[in-house]
């Protein structure tokens, strides 16, 4: 079933600008993460959180987590067209994921 | 870093026909899974594996079955194609429960 809810569904933004997206789900979970998706090919892992952590950092991507409001944010700093994609989160509440619809980023020069 | 595989990058089958999709991984993992994502819906979870031989259907199992005969290869199965499975169809690995996920590049498979 699908669990989480990307907001927004597109966000367009200019080179060097941040991006953040939204990421709501229903139930408990062991971890939340965030994918890549570049022009309708296979999912990239981006980053793992787990539901006793509150914020981690990978590079120019850093994503929160609130339990108590079911909710996480993906935040892209410094944003460059090589980021243009579609970014989706999953939730592990059954050591299988549930992933939501994603978020389309338009990154323009 | 770890591969999987995908057989065909694009595949058109006609109603009725039996398709077969494969997955190949190659770093041992336990898990396999098998995803079909359409517009608006994203990810919808079909079947998955947590060891050879063994299978767990997901929220959509129904017109499809799958196979695991050996660790690196997880096969979904359409017993008979239908126009409604016209689909992008994802495979994953991953190395244990609570585990980030490894794709393949997708199948997108049109039934006519």
């Known amino acids: 079933s699908q669990q989480g809810e990307e907001d927004p569904q597109a966000l367009s933004i200019q080179e060097g600008e941040n991006a953040t997206m939204n990421c709501s789900y229903k139930?408990?979970?062991?971890?939340l993460q965030w994918y890549r998706q570049n022009s309708g090919r296979g999912l990239v892992h981006l980053i793992l959180?787990?539901?006793?952590?509150r914020e981690k950092h990978s590079g120019r991507l850093r994503v929160t987590l609130d339990t108590s409001k079911k909710s996480s944010s993906l935040l892209i700093t410094a944003s460059r067209a090589a980021d243009t994609a579609s970014y989706f989160c999953?939730?592990?509440?059954?050591?299988?994921?549930?992933f939501g619809a994603g978020t389309t980023v338009t990154v323009r020069a | 870093d770890v591969k999987v595989t995908q057989s065909s990058r694009y595949l058109v089958k006609r109603t009725g026909e039996k398709v077969f999709l494969e997955c190949v991984q190659d770093?041992?993992?336990?898990?396999m899974f098998w995803y079909r994502q359409d517009p608006g819906l994203g990810l919808r979870l079909i079947y998955f594996s947590y060891d050879v031989k063994m299978k767990e259907k997901g929220d959509i199992p129904e017109g499809y079955s799958v196979s695991r005969e050996k660790k690196e290869r997880f096969s979904l199965i359409l017993e008979s194609a239908s126009t409604n499975q016209t689909s992008m169809y994802l495979c994953?690995?991953?190395?244990?429960?609570?585990?980030?996920?490894?794709f393949g590049s997708g199948t997108r498979l049109t039934v006519v």
């Open positions: 994953a690995s991953s190395l244990g429960s609570g585990d980030g996920y490894t």
């Open positions: 139930t408990s979970i062991n971890n």
């Open positions: 770093m041992d993992h336990e898990n």
């Open positions: 959180i787990r539901s006793n952590e």
């Open positions: 999953a939730t592990d509440n059954d050591y299988k994921l549930s």
